[in-house]
């Protein structure tokens, strides 16, 4: 090899590194980018899944109470009364007082909830037994503390009751799970009571009966029957105890 | 007596803007605890004279494993109006002791409800008189650590992590021993357990 290709050689692989230099940090910056946009939009996509359940505009405007914190700064909570569209519907209904609990109030200060924190489901058992699943940041945004953390569960249990008659308690899970605390104070293992005498659920009969083939009918028959059964039970179920009244 | 300072280890608890933990706080508030409580004559045990993080099941066993105990928890809030001081008791617990007789393990704190309140009470309006704006009787609240324990058990939470300077959280460490081994003092002589077979099985 003579000196004038070692030269040559020599130049190119140094373009080589210099190129790189330049061009690796941009590309990981767009990787970065993309990894957060595609974050950005799973974070969107369970929020507008939310969002759907929201308002119903031709609901008839009734008002709501929902309790965020006092501006007192002693931990106590305050109802504040909005007209809202609200379903009949027991479980529609309990996601969208949540929802609007989750969205805060005017003022900022007054949250109870962490804002980043996201209501992934609503259930009502046939006893009564509501069911609130959370994202994970109502537990890790939450700042933690015995005072705060009771805060945040009161205000969901006091909207609840002030707005949903067939919830009789309330058990709060995060992301699908049972945990043992809200942020290492509240205990989440038991159910909160919500309203002492709840009114029955009334079982909605299902669509897709109705919509049956005329050779199922006698079958369908039993389908429309079978709610009955889903009338609320004296019989706590096994998600009742321990129960804490707060 | 078995004092709580609550957290420790990987576990800060509440954290403040300016760094203060409340794992720490409440391990050296737990030392000033104890030197008035045994001026008072209390025996005292705690849950934990380090940085580590026993489990809630751990905590309470310390009190669960003795006769006549009483448990305090020690916290420090990340909320609240700076330089003021809560005393929670355990929310209302279904009591139902199985056929042995035995408390279960997971509502043990259930028959000592009574006594925790009065405890709690005691503890309170003495904290009210030290620092102002505090309320005037202990508060019911879901906690975790206190549902387990046998004995009757508050938990002490100081406002707050978020103060500026920690000296202003120090200084409040003679008020509330003070006030603590003085309630509890108060609360002795109620303190008679009328239930049988007491201990908690787990």
């Known amino acids: ?11 190119g692989l140094a373009a080589a590194v210099v190129v790189a230099a330049i061009y690796f940090p941009i590309l990981r910056r767009r990787l970065q980018k993309a990894s957060n946009a595609q974050q950005q939009s799973e974070e969107q996509a369970r929020r507008e899944l939310t969002q759907a359940l ?12 929902l309790f965020w914190a006092s501006d007192s700064g002693d931990g106590t909570l305050l109802p504040v009364t909005a007209e809202l569209p609200l379903s009949s519907d027991p479980v529609l209904r309990s996601k969208q007082v949540l929802n609007t609990l989750l969205a805060g109030p005017v003022d ?4 109870t909830l962490p804002p980043d924190a996201v209501l992934l489901a609503f259930y009502l058992l046939p006893d009564g037994t509501g069911i609130a699943d959370f994202s994970e940041a109502l537990a890790t945004s939450i700042p933690s503390g015995i005072q705060s953390e009771q805060m945040a569960v009161d205000s969901i249990v006091k909207t609840l009751e002030a707005n949903v008659p067939q919830v009789a308690r309330l058990k709060i899970l995060i992301h699908g799970q049972e945990v043992e605390t809200l942020a290492g104070h509240l205990d989440l293992t038991g159910t909160f009571t919500v309203n002492t005498k709840p009114v029955p659920a009334q079982p909605k009969p299902a669509p897709a009966v109705v919509a049956a083939p005329a050779q199922a009918a006698p079958d369908a028959k039993k389908l429309v029957e079978a709610p009955a059964k889903l009338t609320p039970g004296t019989t706590p179920g096994k998600l009742a105890q321990p129960e804490h009244r707060p | 007596m078995v004092l709580d300072p609550a957290h420790g280890g990987t576990d800060s608890g509440a954290r403040g803007t300016g760094g203060i933990r409340e794992s720490e706080v409440v391990l050296e508030f737990a030392t000033q605890v104890r030197r008035a409580l045994e001026l008072q004559g209390f025996q005292v045990v705690q849950t934990r004279q380090d940085n580590e993080n026993p489990s809630f099941d751990d905590r309470s066993a310390k009190a669960n494993a003795q006769r006549g105990a009483i448990f305090i928890s020690l916290h420090v809030s990340s909320t609240g109006s700076p330089g003021t001081v809560r005393v929670y008791v355990n929310s209302e617990l279904p009591t139902r002791a199985d056929s042995s007789g035995l408390i279960p393990w ?16 005691q503890v309170q309006t003495l904290l009210a008189q030290s620092f102002r704006g505090s309320p005037a009787a202990a508060q019911a609240a879901a906690i975790r650590q206190l549902r387990t324990t046998a004995a009757p058990a508050i938990a002490v939470e100081i406002s707050s992590v978020s103060v500026d300077n920690r000296a202003n959280l120090d200084r409040m460490a003679t008020g509330v021993a003070e006030a603590i081994a003085r309630g509890a003092t108060a609360f002795k002589p109620s303190y008679v357990v009328a239930v049988t077979g007491q201990g908690a099985a787990q």
């Not at chain 1, 090899?1 to 130049?11: A, D, E, Y």
């Open chain 1, 1 to 11: 090899m003579n000196p004038r290709w070692k030269v040559w050689l020599i130049g």
């Open chain 1, 54 to 65: 929201a308002m119903n505009p031709s609901e008839p405007r009734v008002r709501a109470k």
């Open chain 1, 108 to 111: 900022p200060e007054l949250r």
């Open chain 2, 106 to 121: 997971e509502r043990a704190q259930a028959p000592f409800l009574g006594l925790s309140r009065k405890l709690g009470d």
